[in-house]
């Protein structure tokens, strides 16, 4: 059985089972000419939407269904995260070409179902179309979060200390894993090859953090440690340094360095992107607590990265003492390719 | 100047201005991780997108760029106006191709901005990136209603007036004049071709019908006036009954049928679709009251074109008073070619 052959509302009806999985305040879900939702009292709205396109953003012989529909609303909910929000509805669209099979699309809303299962996010609606090229998806996702929580990148101040809520790099090591076409059915090349395709939203720890209080900006790793952390530096008017030793990578990453003759790994941590753990800053009086509470809550340390300085520094410095400006160009879907 | 010269950032500072056209309850515009919205009290959300495909939707080389950004926020307004909302924020989604220039970008913003400020909507964030065949384009709309006026298509019951807040079938024929190559320069062709290319969403008219009391059921004309009345009437468990005479098509629709030996105008109307006017049903007792209260508020009729009868009956009664069975196929982008 074809797209072709079940049609437009075919296709609806098909994807339609699961897609509702907090039915509380949703007055309509899929079905109408828009989808209706009662909004939280007290909460700011939060909204977010990312395009994943097919030979700029994934090969699709490279990449599951499940995969894929896994990543493209992860990718969302990581924006979420990042302003300490609750992910509660995703509107979803698609283009489809006529040559990827209904059982890829299959493969799609199941990963995308559970991991929307996992958050209590719904899939409240969105559209379905024809592609005459490449397989095309557009996610927005609609959270919210308590105002005296809302994390901005807009908030930090020197001195405040710089954190990661996860490692770095091993997205982009799996991406050129990939590209390169080497087998990635075994550790450590799989786990590195998952860190690329099946990205872990950070919403309970930007929960987290936005509730601990002290925190005072945040952002999700997309286009790379550098260009992310330069981001905070610019919207806040401030100046960053980060400590290369201190940039958490995994053995996995180091693995791939050393076989491949990769160089150094903080170099893919910091310029690789696609990593979707978040970067925060701490004021330097909460920092101890907040770190002590993120272990506690999460079983694994929040990763002091660097500090905040003054503005016009913006640099890491090296294993040997030496500081190295660092470049705030993070990956650029229009002037790179893959 | 190109778009690979200016980068994604560079695009993204160089379409922000005049993207807030209403910035109260806006906490957070274009520039973070997520946009921050402050919901309306006592009102409920709406939600809504579409997606729009070069080479499915649209022929680059046959709408400008200015016009392209006008229907891909109308389409969508469309929608919000079905439910009888308010349209507030738009998600705006762009997959740009190298070959596509800047200066039809930045008519396809001048486009989208002139209309979202007509109906005070904010650009309040999105995604930019490359593609590799197609410039495809997505944009979500947020919007609001109260709970009391909110129209959905499932409120039709049997003895309701089927009403109709336009005339149809033109869009259809704009674009049938577009494909064919004919020279859209001069009335009629015109007026046709701009039915097509710069639908009005009829949002005022959605309030309206949605504050009057009476209105049963509303949809939006996307996919054509007989597969749009038939999700009223599946949605409704319902018939519809629609009389060929009143349906209302223009005079240019009517010549459009003459001059090129296109047929009946009431088949471009029942077939056409795109016309994003609107279909509502009313309860008899209050038809008289909306319409007289719809062309005093509009300065034309509001058409009355049919009546919700049992279900299983779902016709149209020619001008012989021969009732044809309707097709509730419409528009499929799927098993459709242009």
């Known amino acids: 059985m074809s797209l072709k052959q079940i049609g437009e509302f075919g296709f609806i009806r098909r994807i339609q089972a699961d897609c509702l999985v907090r039915p509380e305040g949703v007055v309509k879900a899929i079905g109408d000419d828009a989808a209706v939702f009662r909004p939280e009292p007290d909460r700011l709205g939060l909204v977010t939407a990312d395009l994943l396109v097919e ?6 012989d490279r990449i599951s269904g499940e995969e894929l529909g896994h990543k493209s609303l992860a990718v969302n909910l990581s924006d979420i995260a990042a302003m300490g929000g609750t992910a509660r509805e995703a509107i979803v669209s698609l283009a489809i070409p006529e040559d990827c099979p ?11 179902k559970k991991l929307a299962g996992k958050y209590r996010v719904n899939i409240l609606g969105g559209d379905t179309t024809g ?9 927005t996702v609609i959270g919210s979060v308590p105002e005296a929580q809302l994390l901005l990148r807009s908030g930090a101040r020197i001195g405040d200390i710089v954190c990661a809520t996860g490692q770095l790099g091993d997205s982009r090591a799996g ?21 690329h395709v099946r990205p872990q939203p950070h919403l309970d720890e930007g929960r987290m953090l936005a509730a601990a209080g002290g925190v005072t900006a945040a952002i999700d790793v997309s286009d790379g440690l550098s260009s992310d952390i330069g981001h905070i530096a610019e919207e806040s008017g401030v100046g960053v340094r980060l400590l290369a030793e201190k940039i958490p990578v995994s053995d996995a990453l180091k693995t791939f360095c050393t076989r491949f003759d990769r160089g150094d790994p903080a170099v893919w941590a910091l310029t690789g992107g696609e990593d979707y753990c978040l970067l925060c800053t701490i004021s330097p009086d909460a920092a101890d607590k907040v770190c002590t509470a ?6 694994r340390p929040l990763h002091r990265i660097g500090e905040v300085v003054a503005p016009g520094i913006f640099e890491v ?3 040997d003492g030496r500081a190295i400006p660092l470049e705030k160009t993070g990956w650029n879907h229009f002037t790179q390719s893959d």
């Open 55 to 60: 030979r700029v953003h994934f090969l699709r």
């Open 102 to 112: 209904l059982a890829y699309l299959d493969g799609f809303y199941e990963g995308m």
């Open 131 to 139: 592609s005459k090229a490449d397989l095309t998806i557009n996610v």
């Open 175 to 195: 991406l050129q894993l990939l590209i390169d076409g080497v087998d990635t059915g075994e550790e450590p090349w799989s786990m590195l090859r998952r860190a």
């Open 294 to 299: 993120f272990a506690e809550a999460f079983g």
């Open 317 to 319: 410095v090296g294993r």
